[in-house]
Nanobody
Framework: QVQLVESGGGLVQAGGSLRLSCAAS????????MGWYRQAPGKQRELVAE???????NYADSAKGRFTISRDNAKNTVYLQMNSLKPEDTAVYYC??????????????WGQGTQVTVSS
């Protein structure tokens, strides 16, 4: 099994910054892609940013220029640096790992979510 522990959410004023972290633990040999999704009340979960094992990145248009995703493969951790936050960034942010190689094979999983609230 893979356990994902997220941290770094909270309340911030518009224009502020937050850094989210997601650490994957368990018997993990490698991880394919890692990413962040978010879900606002009444809306569908949407991709914010993702990063492959080859360090290629993909961002939602709403995140480009403001958010930066990175990963530390030695720590099986993915980060999301969020700058210039806007009230519309308010959502629960979920970590997602794809194709984590474990003794049981490849596993994809979601974190429990961390709340980000941006006040105007």
């Amino acid at each position: 099994q893979v356990q994902l522990v997220e941290s770094g959410g909270g309340l911030v004023q518009a224009g502020g910054s937050l850094r989210l972290s997601c650490a994957a633990s368990g018997s993990i040999f490698s991880i394919g892609a890692m990413g962040w999704y978010r879900q606002a009340p009444g809306k569908q979960r949407e991709l914010v940013a993702e990063i492959t094992s080859g360090i290629s990145t993909n961002y939602a248009d709403s995140a480009k220029g403001r958010f930066t995703i990175s990963r530390d493969n030695a720590k099986n951790t993915v980060y999301l640096q969020m700058n210039s936050l806007k009230p519309e960034d308010t959502a629960v942010y979920y970590c997602h790992v794809v194709n984590a190689l474990t003794p049981r094979g490849f596993i994809s999983d979601w974190g429990q979510g961390t709340q980000v609230t941006v006040s105007s």
